[in-house]
């Protein structure tokens, strides 16, 4: 083997050192949305993203740029991004293409507040865009839900129902499951320990006087050994049923019914969604963030 042969075998068997690794500069408060979208791409790969992903997110985020300019990160508003939503419609932007990109921007704007913590509140947080073809959960209305509580008051055992799923937000399996040592009632406050293996589900949550005057005469009267409520899921849909009926409300009633009607009439009162999704026992995913926007767009709808 000649020298030009072992030059040639070595400039073919050794690869070039990979390149180094160019991580962008973090956002910072008062930059605008143009000097982040590097940051928010590389942040997009690090999730495994494709390209195309990649390319679509930044996409709808330059174009959300172009309505806001230069603008400062923190002084967006809910304000400014409910005009970039309207100026959407004014435009006639085919209605998937409106629904992806204020998902893409409720994406970005909890990327800078949750992940890179530059914002001190998620402006996006109550952005929402009804798509076509979303199917929301049925809600009682405010006059039959006010009715509905009132009838369940004429016997302990029913408005403790009803406060548990209204009220606090339990699941159909977390009622039937609750037992006595679940509540712990003190001197100055009362507290219902929902214990779950699942930690966002596992949850502790205050409960009012009216409920603990209702719970002591229920305790008192049934005498339950263990369970709070020793009832099948068809006797319980039996009651919740019947209490439809004597509140004079003609579609069904369910504990399904009653969480989604009790969630949307706290964020119409003004409570967060964030505080929403910890009262409900859901973890922060898309699929429960699909939930609580369903809930939003109710109470947008109810206002």
């Given at each position: ?15 070039p050192p990979p390149a180094p690794l160019h991580i962008p500069k973090a956002p910072t408060p008062e930059v605008s949305i143009y000097s982040t979208i590097e940051a928010y791409a590389f942040f997009l790969r690090g999730k495994q993203s494709s390209q195309h992903t990649v390319d679509a997110y930044t996409g709808d985020i330059e174009y959300l740029q172009s ?237």
């Open positions: 083997m000649n020298s030009n042969q072992i030059t040639l075998f070595s400039e073919l068997g050794e690869p309505y806001l300019g230069d603008k400062p990160l923190d002084t967006i508003s809910l304000q400014d991004l409910r005009g970039f939503h309207s100026m959407m419609i004014a435009k006639r932007i085919n209605a998937s293409t409106m629904h992806r990109r204020i998902a893409s921007v409720k994406n970005y704007f909890s990327w800078l507040y949750y992940v890179e913590r530059v914002l001190s509140f998620n402006p996006a947080e109550l952005l929402i865009c009804d798509r076509p073809g979303l199917k929301l959960p049925y809600i009682l209305t405010d006059d039959e839900s006010d009715r509905l509580v009132q009838s369940s008051t004429r016997d302990p055992r029913n408005y403790v129902l009803v406060l548990l799923l209204f009220n606090i937000g339990l699941k159909r399996q977390e009622l039937i499951t609750l037992k006595k040592e679940d509540i712990v009632i003190e001197a100055f406050k009362a507290t219902l320990y929902v214990r779950s293996d699942n930690p966002y589900k596992n949850r502790p949550l205050l409960l009012s006087g009216d409920f603990v005057a209702a719970y002591r005469q229920y305790i008192e009267r049934e005498k339950p050994d263990d369970l709070l409520f020793p009832y099948t899921e068809r006797n319980l849909n039996f009651i919740l049923k019947s209490l439809g009926k004597s509140a004079n409300i003609s579609s069904s009633v369910s504990c399904q019914v009653l969480r989604d009607t009790g969630a949307v009439r706290r964020i119409k009162s003004g409570e967060s969604p964030e505080t929403v999704l910890k009262r409900l026992g859901l973890a922060p995913s898309e699929v429960c963030r699909e939930a609580l926007n369903k809930y939003m767009i109710l109470a947008k709808k109810a206002i």
